[in-house]
């Protein structure tokens, strides 16, 4: 018990060091900018699937939200202790905040982050196991995009890992009109590794390799010159920009989460991705519509396997590229390869259909095109059913991952039938 006392205090006290070493600069973080911060750092990141204009959400119902008692901080301090993490754990005052985002707020988005993990999580630890990297990295994607693939942030960064258009292709992302690679978890994955193994040459520190990651590697140096030359993440705190500031507290508030969620009655909601899946390589034109009328697959779920196809064709004839179904449909796929790739393959590779320059994939025969402006109070499903068209639709039109987040002036392209 005395040594927890002890390491909570030698906590406090360095935060405290922090704190006071930014009221020198001018920079006091007061209670009330330590709040704005933290909503603002929330907004910023797609982890903004927890707080970004809550009104407009659909899967969040507040009268079902029930608080777990309040805990200790030596608890979570003892718990954070118990983790077998590369990655430093450290806890403070900002680190609980988001512990309680994770565990208590909003409980449900994190129910479906575990689900998802069963399926990404394997698939991210392995890749980072090649790279010799940390494999609690694997929590980075929870914070950057809550493990979904076709997420877009307010500056377009986009993806499970979060790349911009520049960045990603700097580091091999292949962009082209029919596939976004910065969508397919595994290829980003293979990105974020590159990346982060590079700045842990530069920097020595994990803690600080995950803030270069959300600012960039000039930001975490001009701060550890301002800090004077120390390269801690708690000294550099204060100088770092201000959305960077909470991005490795809710690193470690993410981690103590998907460790101790059973503490915290939470539970993993039902599957969201299938258990088993099968690759096949893909050396034609193909579209996600011949799969799905020749054997019978539900289009959505080719999708959400295979989001980096973003008209919803595989471009096979340029180069090999794969192809993800669950388990399940493996044989029937092989039985009619033949027969797939032949299906009205003139009507969906039409040169002018192939031209066109919509954002989004929608099969001919659609109609007309409608944008919609969202209003406070309004839900993807009651969009959907306002004009007569399918949730499933409405996300897919305008890359709206399942956890249904939309905002207050988004413009929503809706295509219905005359």
């Known amino acids: 018990m005395k040594k927890i006392l002890i390491i909570f205090i030698a906590n406090i006290l360095f935060f405290n060091a922090s704190a006071q070493e930014n009221n020198a600069l001018d920079n006091e973080i007061s209670n009330e900018d330590t709040d704005f911060e933290y909503s603002n750092t929330i907004d910023s990141l797609l982890s903004a699937f927890y707080l970004q204009n809550i009104d407009t959400t659909d899967y969040f119902n507040e009268d079902e939200y029930m608080p777990a008692a309040e805990l200790h901080d030596s608890v979570y301090i003892n718990r954070l202790s ?30 479906e982050i575990l689900s998802l993990g069963d399926y990404y999580f394997p698939v991210f630890e392995e890749i980072l196991y090649n790279y010799g990297l940390p494999l609690e990295l694997k929590t980075m994607a929870v914070i950057e995009s809550a493990l979904n693939p076709i997420a877009v942030s307010r500056v ?14 700097y580091y091999g992302l292949n962009i082209t009109s029919f596939v976004d690679e910065r969508c397919d978890p595994v290829a980003a994955c293979h990105a974020a590794a590159k990346y982060m193994s590079t700045m842990y040459k530069i920097f020595g520190d994990w803690t600080l390799v995950i803030a270069s990651y959300n600012c960039g590697e000039g930001n975490v140096k001009k701060a550890i010159r301002r800090a004077g030359g120390k390269t801690d993440y708690w000294s550099i705190y204060p100088y770092l920009p201000r959305e960077t500031r909470g991005y490795v507290p809710m690193f470690i508030g993410a981690t103590y989460a998907l460790t101790y969620y059973k503490e915290h009655g939470l539970k993993k909601a039902p599957p969201i991705m299938p258990v088993a899946v099968d690759t096949f390589i893909v050396n034609k034109m193909l579209h ?83 944008v919609h402006i969202v209003k406070k109070g309004e839900t993807v499903g009651g969009i959907a059913q306002k004009y007569k068209v399918s949730s499933s639709n409405l996300r897919y039109w305008n890359n709206i991952g399942n956890n249904n987040l939309i905002r207050i002036g988004q413009k929503l392209v809706i295509y219905r039938k005359s």
């Open 82 to 111: 118990q983790i077998a993490s590369v990655v430093h754990l450290p806890y403070n005052d900002i680190v609980r905040r988001f512990i309680i985002v994770y565990t208590q707020k909003y409980r449900n988005k994190t129910e």
């Open 156 to 169: 377009k960064a986009t993806g499970a890992w979060q790349f911009m258009f520049r960045t990603a292709k």
């Open 288 to 370: 996600f519509e011949q799969i799905s009328k020749v054997i019978g697959i539900p289009i959505e779920t080719i999708r959400s396997l295979n989001p980096q196809y973003r008209r919803d064709i595989i471009p096979g004839k340029e180069k090999p590229y794969t192809l993800i179904l669950p388990h399940t449909y493996t044989i029937p796929f092989i039985d009619n390869e033949n027969l797939i790739y032949s299906y009205n393959d003139s009507v969906y590779f039409n040169p002018k259909v192939l031209a066109a320059p919509a954002q989004y994939s929608v099969p001919a025969g659609s109609g007309k095109q409608i």
